[in-house]
Antibody
Framework: EVQLVESGGGLVQPGGSLRLSCAAS????????MSWVRQAPGKGLEWVANIKQDGSEKYYVDSVKGRFTISRDNAKNSLYLQMNSLRAEDTAVYYC???????????WGQGTMVTVSS | SYELTQPPSVSVSPGQTASITCSGD??????ACWYQQKPGQSPVLVIY???KRPSGIPERFSGSNSGNTATLTISGTQAMDEADYYC?????????FGTGTKVTVL
């Protein structure tokens, strides 16, 4: 079964850091671009970052540039999101998602909640 | 930055057709896709590359994209189709989601 499982969310103070992980299974992880997408409580979806198959290309939404870093370990079938200098507006459910068919997210994890609050 | 606009809500009677629009500048020149999200669940891809359905998505879901508007059509709407729907496109290395539409099956 194709599956993505996120972990690492939690409560963090403003200015703090958190590292999210996503474990992939059931497909050849190293063959796909991968992404993080977030959803603030009661709000819509927002793409955060994505990374090429070999990690050589990374892209970010403007609001997280310089604060978040996406990475991957193909040997461990894992995707990561290092989040620094967290702000209240980063509070959201963070989803790991697989990119396929060019520009569509065809597989999503169950999400992990990140709450930034004092 | 690129924006995609959807109506906040659409209501439909069971068995009827629901149409959800997604508007963006020259959207027809890009690929559009659509996601369904039910409360407390992760999004599910229902249409990609404007009109293609992933495996397992019912035939009642169809899509089109031309000019500045992409449209998701649900034919013979069922109660299980009640959900939030988001369009999405790619522009200048950014993946942009629409504002979302809540579909209510009355």
């Amino acid at each position: 079964e194709v599956q993505l499982v996120e972990s690492g969310g939690g409560l963090v103070q403003p200015g703090g850091s958190l590292r999210l992980s996503c474990a992939a299974s059931g497909f050849t992880f190293s063959s796909y671009w991968m992404s993080w997408v977030r959803q603030a409580p009661g709000k819509g979806l927002e793409w955060v970052a994505n990374i090429k198959q070999d990690g050589s290309e990374k892209y970010y939404v403007d609001s997280v540039k310089g604060r978040f870093t996406i990475s991957r370990d193909n040997a461990k079938n894992s995707l990561y999101l290092q989040m620094n200098s967290l702000r209240a507006e980063d509070t959201a459910v963070y989803y790991c998602a697989r990119l396929a068919h060019g520009f569509a997210f065809d597989i999503w994890g169950q999400g992990t909640m990140v709450t930034v609050s004092s | 930055s690129y924006e995609l606009t959807q109506p906040p809500s659409v209501s439909v009677s069971p068995g009827q057709t629901a149409s959800i629009t997604c508007s963006g500048d020259k959207l027809g020149d890009k690929y559009a896709c659509w996601y369904q999200q039910k409360p407390g669940q992760s999004p599910v891809l229902v249409i990609y590359q404007d009109s293609k359905r992933p495996s397992g998505i019912p035939e009642r879901f169809s899509g089109s994209n031309s000019g500045n508007t992409a449209t998701l059509t649900i034919s013979g709407t069922q109660a299980m189709d009640e959900a939030d729907y988001y369009c999405q496109a790619w522009d200048s290395s950014n993946y942009v989601f629409g504002t979302g539409t809540k579909v209510t099956v009355l």
